[in-house]
């Protein structure tokens, strides 16, 4: 799950972005309309987070032109002006969401999360594949009943992959996905995360169930072996 954030207020968006991050979600920053329009439109983002205020106009003139476009990416207005008329303009705007400046970062997970779960992506909070468990709202990992302990990043890797079972990712897909743009390593991070996570999920069960497609990329996938 990446999650854009179109605030001018650098510190602010700093620490929404390493907030997000602990719960796993990747995410960009953008600090102008112009730049969040960009990245809006040319990435995958599952939500974005929008200041009202910014350098070049009002956020809602960003949403404006994505609803055109008939992107329908969740959107969470965040801003200091927390009167009705704002929020009205937002609303018909096309906001999902609204939060007043200040807030505690504990509501804008929570509403980030309320809204993720009403994409289709998000709407199963207990994803399966064979007897491998995710649960989507405490990010807790079991197979065979027993817990496994994941960090965030592996987590978040292994949602992907579950929410695409069957399906072959590429080592890009899953960067573009899982990391976020301000991420220029190397694609073998991928290959790093894939066999940690197979240490944990598949080393000491059967069948194993993160499948390698040598020169594709990998997918989670139980008809493979069963
Ligand atoms: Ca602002």
Same mark, same amino acid.
């Given at each position: 799950m990446r999650i854009l954030i179109v605030e001018d207020e650098q510190k602010l968006a700093e620490i929404i972005l390493r907030s997000l991050q602990g719960e796993g979600f990747a995410g960009d920053i953008a *600090?102008?309309? +112009? @730049? *969040?329009?960009h990245l809006a439109t040319s990435g995958h983002y599952d939500l974005i987070i929008l200041d009202l205020l910014l350098p070049d106009g009002l956020g809602t003139s960003l949403l404006q032109h994505l609803r055109e476009l008939r992107n329908q990416v969740p959107v969470l207005i965040l801003t200091a002006r927390g009167d009705i008329d704002a929020k009205a303009k937002s609303f018909a705007a096309g906001a999902d969401d609204y939060l007043s400046k200040p807030f505690a970062l504990p509501e804008l997970l929570m509403r980030v999360r309320a809204l993720l779960r009403r994409s289709p992506a998000m /709407? @199963?909070? !207990?994803?399966?594949? +064979? @007897?491998?468990?995710?649960? $989507? @709202?405490?990010?807790?990992? $079991? /197979? +065979? *009943?027993? $817990?496994?302990?994941? %960090?965030?990043?592996?987590? %978040? !890797?292994?949602?992907? !992959?579950?929410l695409n079972q069957g399906r072959v990712l590429s080592r890009s897909m899953i960067i573009d996905r899982v990391w976020d743009q301000s991420f220029d390593g190397v694609t073998n991070i991928v290959d790093v995360y894939v066999r940690q996570l197979r240490l944990k999920i598949d080393e000491n069960f059967e069948p194993k169930l993160i499948r390698t497609v $040598?020169? !594709?990329g990998y997918s989670i996938d139980i008809e493979y072996f069963s």
């Open positions: *600090g102008t309309i +112009a @730049d *969040g329009l /709407r @199963d909070n !207990l994803i399966k594949v +064979a @007897d491998l468990e995710v649960d $989507r @709202d405490n990010h807790q990992v $079991r /197979r +065979a *009943g027993r $817990r496994i302990e994941v %960090s965030p990043k592996e987590y %978040s !890797l292994l949602e992907y !992959l579950i $040598r020169g !594709l």
